[in-house]
Structures are given as structure tokens and as C-alpha cells.
């Protein structure tokens, strides 16, 4: 997808996934750097209400202080580090290819920082590795037909914010705003950094905004797809792969435990639990964020295994 394709401004870099990324100032300023870069890029963007420029801002506003709250170190003094980057991502993704979603797009707007840990008052988020398999902002058709393709990272309910204190009942609040204006649709899920080298492991946390239906862009071919899937992976700190082609199909090796396929229009892998994923060749960033996401998970489970082992 480029540039012109996917609407968005310059101010912001795209890749060749079709992302727009820009980092954001780990300060007090962070709030109003993501809402301006999260507004000039929904403007670009056509078929998008005043009202629904409004409340992404805003929603956007509360994930990037809460990732400057949450996901930034800070010095003895309370100054917060540049140590661990937090970005802003915005893509777009054409949905699930069948089902009564068969006409739902989105564009998805995320939040990175590079605490790999969750710290809202939520219940355990889709970023554990129970919840692998789903990849929680996925497409219903890269689900395994037992999960559930909806499932977000839930806000607390009242109860929980009101028996919060200080600044995590203020997080609280934040999510519960999100999750009212998203209607549901946000979460949140271990990634990789995109905008510094080498990247930075850590979580996005996101929400998405329902958009009409978009017309895919013209398949490439298979191995140009598994080239271009290659390159946003080498982006993201992932340069141990291996990449084959055959007639028709191309086959790219992330690590032991992971391989994906790209074949009849699709990306396709196995995940964790039994079945496959399944995302087609025109939602490329949708695909290198689901791998990435489950590479993280895989690293963290066999980290953990070495420490259990010693």
C-alpha cells in the first residue's frame, strides 16, 4: 500500500506496509504530539466524521499518557527517560474476508512503548501467552474457529476504578474512555518497536475505528509478498529468517516454532494451541504485527524456560 493509497499525510513516516509512524516525546508534551499526528493523519484520511477525528484524538491522547506514565522510565529526580522510544503507529486493515464481516475495515491506531508489562487495572490482557493463538486485534479469519475473533482487553468496571488509588485509578479512568468511545474495540499485545535500530521490545495498546469498506489492493505475487513481509520483519529486529520460494508458493522461516506460508492470496501460520492464522496478502502490516506479536510471546515463554531450567 503506498502513500497515496492508504491516505495518509506526510507528517508522518509510512513504510512499505502502509504504517504511518512517528515518535513521540517522552514529556509532558506527549499528549498533545499524538493528537496532532493521530488528527493530520485521520484528515488525510477520507470518510472520517469531525466527530470521529474527535474522539480518536482523544482516546489517543489517554494511551500515550498512559504510556508515559507506565512505559517510561524515569530518573531518581522523576525526569522520564528517552531510554525506551514511544511511538505512534496508524494503518489501516481491510477486516475479515468472510462471515458477517465480510465488508468491515478499520483503521487501527496504536501506541508503543517499551514496557512489555501490563499495568492497568484490567483484567490479565491478551498480551499473556494463554492468549496467543487469538492475537487480539486480529481479523475474524485469522482466528482459530474455537477463540473468540472480538476479544479485547476488557476496562475495569467501576468498582475496580473507584477502589483504585492516586495515579492508577486516573489510568483507569483513561481505559474506560477508551473503551467507551472505541465501543469496545481495543487491547493490547506485546510488539517491537519500528522507528529505532536495533528495536526496542515492549507492548502496543490500541483501539480501532470502523471505516468503509476498502478495495484490496491488486495481489502481488507470492514471493514478492514473502520479500516485502521479509523487510518489515528485518525492520523490526527479526533477521534471523530464512525464505524459499516454489512454484506459486514462498515459505519464510521467523525461528523454530514459527513459519509462515504465503500462498492463494494469504499469509498462513501455525499458532500456539492447534490451528492456523490467516491473513490476506493486502493486510501486510496486519500480518508482520501478528508475527511479531507471537515471536515476542515465544521469546518470553522460552526466556522463562531457560530461568526455570537454569
Known amino acids: 500500500m503506498t502513500e497515496a ?7 508522518l513516516c509510512v513504510d512499505r506496509g502502509g504504517c504511518a509512524a512517528m515518535r513521540l516525546p517522552p514529556d509532558e508534551t506527549i499528549a498533545h ?12 484520511f477520507g470518510g472520517l466524521s469531525a466527530d470521529t477525528i474527535d474522539s480518536a484524538t482523544l482516546m489517543v491522547s489517554e494511551l500515550a499518557t498512559n504510556a508515559l506514565r507506565h512505559g517510561v522510565p524515569r530518573s531518581p529526580d522523576g525526569t522520564p527517560s528517552p531510554a525506551r522510544p514511544v511511538e505512534l503507529w496508524i494503518y489501516a486493515r481491510h477486516g475479515a474476508h468472510g462471515g458477517h464481516d465480510r465488508d468491515r475495515s478499520e ?3 496504536k501506541v508503543f512503548d517499551g514496557s512489555p508489562e501490563w499495568h492497568g487495572a484490567a483484567a490479565a490482557g491478551p498480551d499473556a501467552p494463554a492468549q496467543a493463538a ?11 474457529a474455537q477463540a473468540d475473533p472480538a476479544h479485547t482487553a476488557p476496562a475495569p468496571d467501576g468498582d475496580d476504578v473507584a477502589g483504585l488509588s492516586g495515579e492508577l485509578a486516573e489510568h483507569g479512568r483513561g481505559l474506560l474512555i477508551v473503551d467507551a468511545l ?13 522507528l529505532v535500530d536495533p528495536a526496542v521490545p515492549g507492548k502496543a495498546t490500541w483501539f480501532g475505528l470502523p471505516i468503509p469498506a476498502l478495495c484490496p489492493p ?14 518489515l520483519l528485518v525492520q523490526r529486529g527479526i533477521r534471523r529468517l530464512i525464505r524459499r520460494n516454489e512454484r ?10 514459527l513459519t509462515v506460508w504465503c500462498e492463494g492470496g494469504s499469509f498462513h501460520w501455525r499458532v500456539p494451541g492447534g490451528g492456523f492464522a490467516r491473513v490476506p496478502r493486502s493486510d501486510l502490516t496486519e500480518a508482520c504485527e501478528q508475527i511479531v506479536q507471537l515471536y515476542e510471546i515465544l521469546s518470553r515463554e522460552r526466556a522463562g524456560s531457560l530461568d526455570r531450567t537454569g
Open 218 to 231: 491488486v495481489h502481488t505475487g507470492a514471493a514478492r509478498a514473502a520479500e516485502d513481509l521479509h523487510a
Open 5 to 11: 493509497e492508504s491516505g495518509f499525510r506526510p507528517s
Open 248 to 257: 506459486g508458493l514462498s515459505v519464510l522461516s521467523v525461528e523454530r516454532d
Open 107 to 109: 483503521l487501527v491506531v
Open 33 to 44: 504530539a499524538a493528537r496532532t499526528g493521530t488528527g493530520e493523519t485521520l484528515e488525510g
Open 182 to 194: 472505541s465501543q469496545g474495540r481495543w487491547g493490547h499485545h506485546l510488539t517491537r518497536s519500528r
Open 134 to 144: 487469538p492475537a487480539p486485534d486480529s481479523p475474524a479469519s485469522a482466528v482459530p
